[in-house]
């Protein structure tokens, strides 16, 4: 059974920093991204080659993965209030790094982001 497992969210204040984990079990995936809701965040290649962010994150938000633990994490730094919304992992067993929400095959619960002012 495949799992992807969401932790880390939490209520911050403006300019804290976050990191969020995605712990994946079942299997391993070619590709990872973070979204809020639906609304794409950043995602990863196998190995981290490539990576692509929304441009409201860029230069804020790293995602990056360890392929011998299975686990996707998104360092969040300088965060802002519009950055709160739940957060969801993603896995797709396509090649490369790309922000479309329909092409991700399995999604975890979601962590909650609290972001205030």
């Known amino acids: 059974q495949v799992q992807l497992v969401e932790s880390g969210g939490g209520s911050v204040q403006a300019g804290d920093s976050l990191r969020l984990s995605c712990a994946v079990s079942?299997?391993?995936?070619?590709?990872y991204a973070w979204f809020r809701q639906r609304e794409f965040v950043a995602s990863t290649s196998w190995g981290g080659?490539?990576?692509d962010y929304a441009d409201s994150v860029k230069g804020r938000f790293t995602i990056s993965r360890d392929n011998a633990s299975n686990t996707v994490y998104l360092q969040m730094n300088s965060l802002k209030p519009e950055d709160t919304g739940v957060y969801y992992c993603?896995?797709?067993?396509?090649?490369?790094?790309?922000?479309?929400?329909?092409?991700?095959?399995?999604w975890g619960q979601g962590t909650q982001v609290t972001g205030s002012s």
């Open positions: 993603a896995g797709s067993r396509r090649m490369g790094s790309f922000p479309r929400v329909e092409l991700y095959d399995s």
């Open positions: 079942g299997r391993s995936f070619n590709a």
């Open positions: 080659a490539s990576t």
